[in-house]
């Protein structure tokens, strides 16, 4: 069968599989008075539409930012707008303003969901299959399995378009990767200029920033700072300066304006966290209250203190050994690192480190399979909440399904295949019965997948004692805590432990 | 959801809370149980299941009752019963060998051939979308075909018989069932050049093969008959009162009858060749109703449809040459299906015979029987009086089993489905369907398309410029039908145009594929094979 065949069933059993997901409901159906993240889409399309840009920002007796007030940067803001002229087109009452508060309808439902598939088409599911194809050293039917798998990665299915994010992920992650994509390929400036358009359309990509920052700047650093090096550095800058100023032009004229943007952008002022989310605060919340107990500056620098040192190494790494796979990797630690320590994470951030995971999945398929599963479990108290249990449950196998026959992962559990050959080499040198690796590996594979089934089962079943309602909540974040906790040290092995590996395999070829 | 969840709740409530003797008069609802005895034993047993999602379904009074347990329980008991069907797709690909193409598994016949069968874009969205258990009836078939295949011809005839007193519509496969096992088990040897050897009949084959049946027959009919309620049965088993057509015109002979008919009057209004008063008034305004009236071609009657589906399955006026038909290949029937050694001998005369006299005369084995079959069932679709758009899937998935085996089977089968699945769109109508619909659709096609081209890669290509035209034609139909006519102001006078249209278009592909294949199967022996001599 020729390939492009099998690359257009792949991409349309993606499709498919999409909007099956999105016949279901979403977040919010029918809960007045806030509704959810979809009525917060909506309600954008509302406020860009019917206000005058200055006013998108600001509070006033239209514009009421406690009612799904806009917090996201300019390019989201243009992209309601750009929905919300369909909108008009179609049905003036989706967007009348105040009137249309809570608007809920069939076909506007399927509107909004037409809306994703259209943007996901756009952007992210051709970065993807471009990507794919670009992969090096794997066979062409791997490339589409690969293709296949990320596609079917259901997290992000079910977060687009089950519950309906109020920012279409698929728009700043699909720009990710288009700027992986480009940066990767040696055109760093279209790399450069896609990412930025990331960062301006969900500020959250930040977390991916400091990888891109690094590895550009270690190529500028590799290419000699005196020559082509800085031409490079500069053309950069202009291109990163460029595209923000060309995105925030409106909000550039007063000085208030920009202050007023970043403000919304970065609510300082919400706390540690809010809900229950996977990472390390909410999880030690268990034990200690830290919440309730320091201060609030204290917290924000205790969080920034932690998450910069947990990604200061492989930054440097890079900076010093810029490589596309170092790269990929750091990604996945840097934005790993964000979500586990930073301030105000959302569980639906770990998308963004899933992203990156999805990259490397041909390398290290094992671990990264693992990985997806453990990012779609942690999620599961949104999605029960938005009654996605049943598609959750089907992606997800269909996804298991799709990694084990197309990589046959059970049988890639060897040192060198999990990566960790150089890691385990080293630590041999002082512990010379350390060969046990990649058995214990197994085994806390099948630990993790156990208790994953297990917990979900006894959340859709059980009813949590009265005294501790949040009961299994609380435990589906704890143990995706740590499990995300093991990932972290897993992934940081990797990249630390590299080269090495490289330069022993050149010395012996 | 689409009025068949309520048939089958209604069903489930009657078997369930009525006694047997009330099956068939039972009338509260509009949907009154219409299938065979079994299916309505079928239902028993569900229902026995269905009291533990939700009891209100069982209640025969609760008409248009549906709860979330309810849709739940009937989607599962669907997908439950489709392992049959997965298993009769793995017996019927255990059957073909093929010829080894490529070493990868994906370039394999049998895994083709379970794609095509497994992933059958038709049965996906009649079964699991629009709701039906055609799944494992199918399975059902598939299973007593494959059973014909390994010379099992009891079991085949006993699954037959009992998929019969399932659901009646496979009556319409019937003669060639009935042809193969009287000629290719009930005479047990042939004469060196193919005829039959008269003497060779097997009077304990041929009993207990009508043993089978009539046992089957009694354990469904029988205690209706000892209720004396089979004239009752029948008459909700065959309801002659409907239409010529289906509310949609299923795309076949009479699609094609009715649009002349339409076009001829409509000029002959333009002539002045008709008076506008005589012209009923139906037909002109609504389009598409279940009392069709012809204006100008003479009205169809159900009789007349029985005769032309005989017509087309036995084809008598085509005067078979009985004498050629002797001389015909001997070893044939000997020949294990799909291997090509057969001796070329007598096989080069080719004679035109009528599909059934085929099966009778050039007996090839299984193989000419699934040709056969496959005729059957699209001659039946083609003529049939009351046809159901749903119905071309009985001749579709078994012609997969044909279109691995041959190039020009192939090149047919896609034509027929294609064709055939599209004019299945309008059983989904709402718009959130409409992109499921249009990928599902897409996937399947390029699927079956090119693995088949990759198949048959060596020979000739399986379209010509006209078929390609005809297919890649159905894609502006689908953009006109649904995505630029609801924006035209003939939305609200000519609300039918759509399906009128999607309708025709596709009578000419189902037609054409039709006609192609009844002349495969009268032309004896494949080019390809006289070739080789």
């Known amino acids: 069968m020729e390939k492009w065949h099998l690359m257009a069933i792949v991409v349309l059993i993606g499709l498919t599989v999409r909007w099956t997901v999105s016949l279901n409901s979403y977040s919010g159906a029918g809960k007045p008075p806030m509704f959810g993240d979809y009525e917060a889409q909506r309600h954008w399309q509302e406020i860009t539409f019917n206000l005058p840009v200055k006013q998108w920002y600001f509070n006033s007796s239209d514009n009421n930012l406690q009612y799904w007030g806009l917090d996201y940067p300019p390019l989201t803001a243009y992209h309601s707008l750009l929905c919300a002229y369909v909108a008009k087109f179609i049905n003036p009452d989706w967007i009348a303003l105040h009137t249309s508060r809570g608007y809920e309808s069939q076909a506007h439902k399927l509107f909004m969901r037409t809306t994703v598939l259209i943007a996901d088409l756009l952007i992210y599911i051709p970065a993807v299959v471009l990507y794919c194809c670009c992969l090096k050293e794997i066979s062409t039917k791997k490339k589409i399995a690969n293709a296949l798998c990320i596609l079917l990665y259901p997290g992000l299915i079910l977060i687009d378009y089950g519950h309906f994010q109020n920012i279409y992920n698929s728009v700043s992650l699909g720009f990710a990767l288009w700027g992986v994509l480009g940066v990767s390929c040696d055109c760093d400036l279209l790399g450069s200029l896609a990412f930025c358009l990331a960062i301006n359309y969900k500020q959250m990509e930040l977390y991916h920033a400091l990888p891109f920052f690094c590895f550009l700047l270690g190529k500028c650093f590799k290419k000699g700072l005196r020559g082509k090096g800085f031409v490079l550095l500069v053309k950069l800058a202009c291109i990163v300066v460029a595209s923000f100023v060309l995105c925030w032009l409106p909000f550039f004229t007063e000085r208030e304006q920009t202050l007023q943007v970043l403000r919304r952008l970065f609510p300082v002022d919400r706390g540690l966290f809010e809900d229950k989310v996977a990472n390390i605060w909410c999880s030690f919340n268990v034990f200690l209250k830290i919440k309730d107990i320091l201060p609030r500056h204290i917290q924000l620098i205790m969080s920034f203190c932690f998450t910069f040192l947990s990604l200061l190494p492989a930054c440097i790494k890079l900076i010093l050994q810029p490589s596309s796979k170092g790269f990929k990797f750091t990604l996945v630690s840097c934005a790993l690192s964000f979500f586990l320590f930073s301030f105000q994470v959302h569980e639906k951030s770990i998308l963004l480190v899933s992203l990156p995971v999805c990259l490397v999945l041909s390398e290290i398929p094992f671990m990264s399979t693992w990985f997806l599963l453990v990012s779609t479990f942690s999620m599961l108290p949104l999605l029960l909440k938005d009654e996605l249990l049943m598609p959750s449950v089907v992606t997800t196998m269909a996804f298991f399904i799709a990694c084990v026959t197309s990589f046959s992962i059970f049988e890639k559990t060897s040192e060198e295949e999990l990566q960790l050959k150089s890691f385990s080499i080293s630590v041999r040198k002082y512990l010379p019965c350390f060969t046990f690796l990649s058995r214990i590996i197994q085994y806390l594979f099948l630990i993790s997948v156990i208790t994953m089934v297990l917990l979900t089962l006894m959340t859709v079943t059980l009813d949590p004692p009265q005294k501790l309602p949040d009961l299994f909540s609380v435990l589906v974040c704890f143990v995706s805590c740590l499990n995300f906790l093991f990932f972290l040290v897993y992934f940081n092995i990797i990249i630390m432990w590299d080269s090495k590996g490289g330069r022993n395999q050149k010395k012996i070829s | ?533």
């Open chain 2, 1 to 533: 959801h689409s009025t068949d969840f309520e048939v089958h709740r209604n069903w489930l409530a009657i078997t369930h809370s009525l006694p047997i003797s009330q099956w068939y008069y039972e009338a509260t609802s509009e949907w009154t149980l219409d299938y065979p005895p079994f299916f309505a034993w079928f239902e028993y047993i569900l229902s026995h299941v269905a009291k533990y999602f939700d009891q209100e379904m069982l209640n025969v009074h609760n008409l248009n009752y549906s709860s979330s347990r309810t849709l739940l329980f009937q989607r599962f008991s669907v997908i439950f019963m489709d392992v049959l069907f997965v298993y009769a797709v793995r017996e019927c690909c255990k059957c073909i060998d093929g010829k080894k193409v490529g070493k990868e598994l994906t370039e394999k016949p049998k895994f083709i051939l379970s794609v095509l069968l497994l992933w059958n874009f038709g049965l996906l969205i009649v079964d699991h979308i629009h709701f039906q258990y055609n799944g494992f009836l199918f399975g059902l078939m598939l299973l007593s075909i494959a059973r014909l295949f390994q010379k099992r011809h009891m079991e085949g005839a006993f699954l037959f018989a009992v998929l019969l007193h399932f659901k009646h519509i496979y009556l319409y496969v019937a003669p060639a069932y009935g042809v193969y096992l009287l000629r290719s088990y009930c005479f047990t040897a042939n004469k060196p050049d193919g005829s039959i050897r008269w003497k060779s009949f097997s009077f304990v084959r041929l009993i207990s093969l009508g043993l089978v049946v009539f046992l089957v027959s009694a354990l469904s009919l029988g205690p209706f008959l000892a209720l004396n309620q089979l004239p009752q049965v029948f008459s909700r088993l065959f309801p002659f009162k409907r239409g010529l057509c289906h509310a949609y015109w299923a795309p076949n002979f009479w699609a094609l009858y009715n649009a002349l008919d339409k076009v001829l009057s409509v000029i002959g209004l333009k002539l002045k060749f008709l008076d506008p008063n005589n012209i009923p008034k139906a037909s002109m305004t609504s389009g598409l109703v279940q009392q069709f009236q012809h204006t100008v071609l003479p009205s169809v009657t159900p009789l007349a449809t029985l005769i032309c589906t005989l017509i087309a399955i036995l084809s008598l006026v085509l005067s078979p040459r009985l004498e050629c038909g002797s001389a015909i290949s001997a070893h044939r029937n000997l020949c294990l299906p799909w291997s090509s050694d057969s001796p070329p001998s007598a096989s080069r005369v080719p004679g035109i015979q009528p599909s059934i006299f085929c099966l009778w005369f050039k007996p090839q084995g299984p193989r000419g029987f699934l040709r056969c079959l496959t005729l059957c069932a699209l001659s039946s679709f083609m003529f049939g009086w009351h046809v159901h758009e749903k119905a071309i899937l009985l001749a579709i998935l078994p012609m997969s089993l044909l279109s691995v085996g041959k190039a020009g089977d192939a090149s047919i089968f896609l034509i027929l489905t294609t064709t055939g699945h599209y004019s299945l769109f309008p059983l989904l109508f709402t718009a959130p369907e409409l992109p499921i619909k249009i990928l599902l659709m897409l996937l399947f096609t390029i699927y079956s398309i090119s693995s088949l081209k990759t198949l048959f890669r060596k020979e000739k290509p399986l379209f010509n410029w006209m078929e390609t035209f005809y297919l890649l034609g159905l894609g502006p139909l689908e953009v006109c039908c649904e995505f630029v006519f609801p924006f035209t102001s003939w939305k609200v006078k000519y609300p039918f145009i759509p399906l009128l249209l999607t309708s025709v278009y596709c009578a000419v592909g189902i037609t054409y594929a039709w006609f192609k294949l009844y002349v495969s199967v009268l032309i004896d022996p494949p080019i390809g094979k006289t070739k080789k001599q």
